[in-house]
């Protein structure tokens, strides 16, 4: 038999509280899933007999759709809930939604939510396990570890990198799982993008802050590009997508200045043309649909490892719910 | 049994295969991580020495098809399953592990194998059986069998786990055997 892992407790809220330890044992854990997506059958029978409820408060193509395959991979059953067409346009509040659910007898919920520390807050009310599918502009933890992973993937290690994070810095919880992410593992981070999307202080959690994207791609090994909200266009924060492009865009012209192997990642879905060049997307140094792929095994690598749990904090949830 | 007991067992093991199968011609062997997957190679080298003829191997961990899985708390490490070149279709798989015991992990090795494809035909290759059945299987080949008190446990010593070949019987460990 196998040596157990290092537990990752009750839920996944984000990775600002796991240790560098946990952080790699869901790594490692995505490597053997990996295979089980190339196989004829794509099915493994772990978690069959598990009920898993995607909870989806905000619109989501790709986190949705891959937490629905790696469920599905493992031999959970799936309930879908998107905010639209639920009870939730009703008013009911969120305790009340996983409350009832809970009453047909789940075992976890994955939950997107517009509001930060909504994840946080289910937790701590249900006994299910809660994993944060991103929750506003706190964090979206599995894809900053899918971002790890293909990063590992590319250059065989984390620890002593260089990786930029691109654009809206301060609307981000891409950037943010991310940050904390590569700083538990031994990364150097760095931040790049105009100052009225940058959070004041940021310099604080450790990170080098550019200002010109250029000096970011000389620094790097890794850039990821985010996604610019086009709505924040609109709030004032840019004035015009056409500059944005000229003077922050990851263009063919400025990463062939780069002096070593550069690595573009992008968490999707891209704005071709505003962050990102369709050059660069499609090109050598882009391991986008790799990030996608990677996103399957990881979240699989999650479900598995907190469906052992921690009864424990399942017990003390449930004390909580009735407070 | 000591290294040369070992090498003596395994070169029998080989040779029993190769009769079996009629020629390793169609051949494949899947060791069951972690243990499994070293004697699997020390057979596949043997067919070699013996045959001329390398054997596509592969390896398999169970973990994922335990039927214990939900009742043992933190979930374990997950090993590499890797098939074997050319799939396992129309072969003779030869799942190989080191101590045949309740038989549940053979029973899992065969629930992942058919996920994996349609084998010509399966058979099981153990360098220990150590009796203590809970399912109705049965080895083909077999390096040693011992007899073992309920409070005893079998040791299998490989190279890279290890640092040794060797079979011992010692008293019951913490590690229960799945």
């Known amino acids: ?323 | 049994m000591d290294e040369q007991a070992v090498h003596r067992a395994v070169a029998r093991m080989a040779r029993e295969l190769v009769e079996q199968n009629v020629g390793p011609g169609n051949l494949a062997l899947l060791g069951i991580q972690r243990r499994g997957v070293e004697i699997a190679d020390l057979i596949r080298s043997e067919i070699e020495r013996a045959e001329g003829t390398t054997v596509p191997a592969g390896s398999l961990d169970i973990t994922l098809y335990r039927d214990d899985l939900m009742a043992i708390g933190p979930r374990p490490v997950v090993g590499a399953t890797v098939l074997p070149e050319g799939g396992v279709d129309d072969r003779a798989v030869v799942i190989v592990d080191d101590v045949l015991f309740t038989g549940r992990t053979v029973r899992a090795a065969l629930n992942e194998l058919t996920d994996w494809g349609r084998p010509a035909r399966v058979s099981l290759c153990v360098l220990v059986d150590r009796g203590g059945r809970e399912f109705p299987i049965q080895p083909n080949v077999v390096g040693r069998i011992i007899t073992v008190l309920p409070e005893q446990s079998v040791e299998v010593s490989v190279p890279d786990h290890d640092g040794r070949w060797g079979v011992d019987i010692v008293p019951v460990s913490s590690e229960p055997e799945p």
């Open chain 1, 1 to 323: 038999m196998n040596e157990p892992g290092t537990p990752l407790g009750k839920d996944l809220v984000g990775l600002e509280s796991l240790s560098a330890e946990q952080i790699l044992t869901i790594l490692n854990t995505a490597e053997p899933f990996k295979e089980i997506s190339e196989r004829r059958i794509k099915k493994v029978p772990v978690l069959r007999g598990n009920t898993i409820v995607n909870l989806f408060f905000e619109a989501s193509t790709r986190t949705r759709v891959s937490f629905e395959f790696a469920e599905k991979r493992l031999s959970a059953d799936t309930v879908n809930i998107a905010s639209s067409g639920s009870s939730v346009v009703k008013g009911e509040n969120l305790v009340d939604t996983a409350r009832n659910l809970e009453a047909m007898r789940i075992d976890m919920v994955v939950i997107r939510h517009g509001s930060s520390g909504a994840a946080k807050f289910l937790a701590e009310r249900i006994p299910s396990n809660v994993i944060n599918a991103g929750d506003g502009s706190h964090e979206h933890p599995t894809q900053a570890l899918l971002d790890m992973l293909t990063i590992r993937d590319h250059f065989g290690k984390i620890e002593g990198l260089r990786v930029c994070l691109v654009g809206d810095i301060l609307h981000s919880r891409v950037a943010r799982s991310n940050i904390f992410g590569l700083l538990a593992l031994g990364a150097e981070v760095a931040v790049c993008g105009p100052k009225t999307l940058l959070p004041l202080g940021i310099a604080e959690l450790g990170v080098t802050v550019f200002s010109r994207i250029e000096e970011a791609i000389q620094w790097a090994d890794v850039l990821n590009v985010l996604r610019l909200q086009l709505e924040r266009m609109e709030a004032g924060f840019l004035p015009s997508l056409r500059e944005y492009n000229q003077v922050w865009g990851v263009s063919r012209a400025k990463i062939e200045q780069a002096p070593k192997d550069l690595l573009v990642l992008h968490p999707g879905p891209m704005n071709r043309g505003v962050e990102i060049d369709s050059d660069v997307a499609d090109g050598p140094h882009a391991m986008i649909l790799q990030q996608v792929t990677n996103g399957v095994a990881v979240r699989m690598a999650v479900l598995y490892l907190l469906s052992g749990g921690a009864p424990d904090t399942a017990e003390a949830a449930k004390g909580g719910a009735e407070v």
